[in-house]
């Protein structure tokens, strides 16, 4: 099997971890597939510590410029020392968040300018663009409630304290990137059971990184329904 870098996106509380665990899971279980689960901004030693300074909130008195330059400084350190050798060891990718977040939360969100944007991220990501990007879509209230629940008592992030209206803005800007992307972006339902959208989430993957096998899971299980049958007439028959 090629090794593929999958990415997750999409705002505060979709459920892009969990999702992200069950896609590791199944591929390994179904199809063999090794993979590598990290996040962003992190990933690496350095990225964890911009992680933090991102998050605390320290660096967002400097405006959504920083915001950037500091996303894609751990970007490029998360690419050199973990995405890239990754992959070039045949293993598969799962990050959640990636370039995407960066022109949704500092571009659309936080109006820096697309040309800014896509200049700092053409630095650090270069040729590393995603086969495949999952956008988790659902409702900003429900998302924010999710999110709050999973925090519990600690403390809201840089951006998960952010009002409903920017988080819903930030919505809008993930759901248009199928339709600006189509051939890496695929939007998919977060609403209801963990299992459900993780079905979702399995079929966007294996109709486009695994066709073959897609194709093949359907005749496999049409042989043994057939197999199952004539075992059961054979029977009744003796």
């Not at 969990?18 to 390994?28: G, H, N, V, Y």
Request: charged fraction near 30%; glycine fraction near 8%; aromatic fraction near 6%.
């Amino acid at each position: 099997m090629p090794a593929h870098f999958i990415t997750f996106e999409g705002g505060e509380g979709v459920g892009k971890t969990t999702q992200i665990s069950l896609l590791a899971e199944r591929l390994k279980s179904e199809l063999g597939v090794e993979s590598v689960m990290t996040r962003e901004p992190g990933g690496s030693a350095r990225a964890e510590q911009l992680r933090e300074l991102i998050l605390s909130g320290a660096a967002e008195q400097y405006g959504p410029f920083a915001e950037a330059v500091l996303f894609n400084m751990a970007r490029a350190d998360h690419i050199a020392e973990l995405i890239a050798p990754s992959l070039k060891a045949g293993k598969t990718v799962i990050c959640d968040r990636f370039m995407d977040s960066t022109r949704v939360y500092q571009g659309v969100s936080g109006d820096l300018p697309s040309d800014i944007v896509l200049g700092l991220e053409q630095v650090a990501v270069g040729k590393t663009i995603p086969d495949l990007t999952l956008v988790l879509d659902i409702d900003a209230k429900t998302a924010m409630e999710r999110a709050g629940a999973r925090r519990g008592s600690e403390e809201a992030d840089r951006f998960e304290k952010e009002a409903l209206d920017i988080q819903a803005a930030r919505r809008r800007a993930f759901r248009k990137l199928p339709e600006t992307y189509p051939d890496r972006c695929v939007l998919i339902n977060a609403r209801g059971k963990e299992a459900a959208v993780s079905e979702r989430v399995w079929k966007a993957v294996s109709e486009r990184l695994y066709p073959d096998t897609a194709a093949i899971v359907p005749d496999a299980m049409a042989q043994l329904d057939q197999a199952v049958a004539e075992l059961v007439s054979t029977e009744a028959e003796s």
